[in-house]
């Protein structure tokens, strides 16, 4: 029932944030392109075919194809031995899953949604994230928990939160944040073929999004190294550091500063455990600016960390004070209008960046 609740608030939400994200699409007619969904199957179905060990659990995984279609098809082709329908049981399902990763399986864990990943936090926390620690390096965990995260549209506070921040505090796991079908395709291969915990957190609001993909991504062998930032667009007057839905924001947040003069550098962190701290000073090195942009609540969160790591590492570079966009430190409204005044806008990214340097905000 909440997945086909949640299907029609993503249709009408896909509706309202098509024309932010069309803006990117700057690329030939003639590029290959690949939805997210896609990306994150096809990524799914050749990591199984190449590892007998790999198999997915999880809610609605097999004969419904995934609460959002990603693992469309695999049961038909691997067999509900390696495609595991559980009960509404998240405490259950993930802590088998962590056990059959200390043997040497490699668990592929769905959550409907992260927000459900709160009922199986011991397992990833204390079993998953600790275990190569506390058996001095004896146990494995190789194990990678996947699905939705953040705000979707219409869904409340329960179902609405980012579990980025949460995740990436704890040391022993590893926090994956996919943008595009690049990203997801690569980082989930990578996050699989990892001997540790992998937290991997996707937006279902970019499921149906089109992306351009080239042949090497659409290699088998494709995949993209943990830990490593990507420059989605070069700039030199201001670095804007996101993740997620956020970096297509932030990619048309620059577009509209172009047009005022202002040239902005679009980070695009892929990782948030490990943090590619290396490319973000870079980037402040040689902008002397920075905005960070995320959904999530503002305290403690991963925009804090970056503005910490770039005072600790590239204070004497900056020209102006570092601007933080996040989301309103407020449970998640259920009303429309309030949703949208909860989560960060292109507007408020645009204002962001001029106040940094030092443009007149409107």
Not at 40 to 59: C, H, P, Q, T
Not at 182 to 202: S, T, Y
Not at 245 to 261: C, F, H, N, Q, T
Not at 336 to 341: G, I, K
Request: charged share 25%.
């Amino acid at each position: 029932m909440l997945g086909i609740v949640r299907q029609k608030t993503l249709e009408q939400s896909l509706k309202k944030i098509r024309p932010a994200v069309s803006v990117l699409r700057s690329y030939s007619s003639a590029a290959k392109q690949m939805t997210v969904r896609e990306a994150l199957n096809s990524a799914l179905d050749e990591e199984m075919s190449a590892d007998s060990k790999v198999f997915l659990i999880g809610e609605e995984v097999g004969e419904y194809q995934g609460a959002y279609k990603i693992t469309k098809g695999l049961l038909d082709k691997y067999g509900p031995e390696r495609v595991l329908d559980t009960p509404i049981t998240e405490a259950g399902f993930t802590g088998i899953a962590v056990g059959a990763a200390y043997y040497g399986l490699k668990p592929v864990v769905e959550f409907m949604t992260f927000n459900f990943s709160m009922q199986a936090i011991d397992h990833i926390i204390n079993s998953a994230a600790k275990s190569n620690y506390m058996s001095a390096g004896q146990i494995s965990v190789p194990i990678v928990f996947r699905g939705p995260n953040g705000a979707a549209a219409g869904v409340g506070a329960q179902h609405s939160q980012c579990y980025a921040a949460w995740y990436a505090t704890c040391p022993g796991l590893k926090v994956l944040t996919p943008y595009n079908s690049e990203d997801a395709r690569g980082l989930l291969k990578a996050a699989i073929r990892d001997p540790d915990p992998v937290v991997f957190l996707e937006n279902e609001l970019l499921y149906g999004e089109s992306f351009p993909i080239s042949n090497e991504v659409l290699d088998s062998s494709f995949c993209l190294p943990i830990g490593k930032a990507k420059i989605e667009r070069k700039g030199k007057h201001v670095t804007i550091a996101a993740y997620s839905k956020m970096v297509g924001y932030s990619l048309k947040a620059a577009e509209i500063l172009e047009k005022d003069g202002i040239d902005a550098e679009v980070i695009n962190l892929r990782s948030i455990r490990p943090l590619d701290r290396s490319a973000i000073n870079d980037s402040v090195r040689k902008t002397n600016r920075l905005v960070t942009v995320e959904e999530a609540f503002p305290q403690h969160g991963v925009g804090a960390e970056i503005c910490a790591c770039v005072v600790e590492e590239s204070f004497v570079y900056l020209d102006a004070p570092v601007e933080r966009i996040a989301g309103a430190d407020v449970p998640m409204p259920y009303a429309a209008n309030l949703e949208r005044m909860a989560v960060p806008q292109v507007e408020d990214i645009v204002r962001a960046a001029k106040r940094a340097c030092y443009r007149s905000v409107q």
